[in-house]
Structures are given as structure tokens and as C-alpha cells.
Nanobody, 113 residues
Framework: QVQLVESGGGLVQAGGSLRLSCTTSTRIFSGNVMGWYRQAPGKQRELVAYITGGSSTNYADSVKGRFTISRDNAKNTVYLQMNSLKPEDTAVYYC???????WGQGTQVTVSS
């Protein structure tokens, strides 16, 4: 049973933008640290950003200043706004609820040069 549902991936040209969304239940979302991870072909999965229940945020150095993570507690949804995308951002992006270690199924982001 899928606990987290991601959407918003796709194909975009370098320099473009995409917004990813991840929705889950109140039971999982409330007060939980929510994170976005990504895995490129042949590479390990890596943390992109996370946001705490109090909306403190943390970013990987590679996306600082380009990506913004946010959450809407009324909608049980976490977002990842991705701007100034680069070909090296190409990956499958996963949403994770840290407490309970729940993962989404992933959404593909492809950035063409």
C-alpha cells in the first residue's frame, strides 16, 4: 500500500523549473520531518532537502539557492520547488516521511541540456 504519493516530475530544459508534490495521511504527516531524496542512474540515493514539523529546512549544497522545500499542513503535502534546473539534477525523486521511514514510489525528473 502506497503511503506517500508524489507528483510533478517530467522533462524540462536546463534552466527551467518544476514543482514536486508529495501527499500523505495526517497520521504520517503531522509533526513529521519530510524529506526529498533523489537517485540518479548508477549513483546512491542522496538527500536533497528536508523540512521539520516546525518548518525548519536543510538543503544539500548542490541545490542551495535553486530548490525550495515547503509544507502545507492543512493539505498534508510537502513541495519541492526546483528552479534553474541542470542536467545533473536528472534523477528519480523520492519523498520520505522520516518518522516511520515511509517512502513514496518516486517521480522521474529529466533535465535536458
Amino acid at each position: 500500500q502506497v503511503q506517500l504519493v508524489e507528483s510533478g516530475g517530467g522533462l524540462v530544459q536546463a534552466g527551467g523549473s518544476l514543482r514536486l508534490s508529495c501527499t500523505t495521511s495526517t497520521r504520517i504527516f503531522s509533526g513529521n520531518v519530510m524529506g526529498w531524496y533523489r537517485q540518479a542512474p548508477g549513483k546512491q540515493r542522496e538527500l536533497v532537502a528536508y523540512i521539520t514539523g516546525g518548518s525548519s529546512t536543510n538543503y544539500a549544497d548542490s541545490v542551495k539557492g535553486r530548490f525550495t522545500i515547503s509544507r502545507d499542513n492543512a493539505k498534508n503535502t510537502v513541495y519541492l520547488q526546483m528552479n534553474s534546473l541542470k542536467p545533473e539534477d536528472t534523477a528519480v525523486y523520492y519523498c520520505r516521511a522520516h518518522r516511520g521511514d515511509y517512502w513514496g514510489q518516486g517521480t522521474q525528473v529529466t533535465v535536458s541540456s
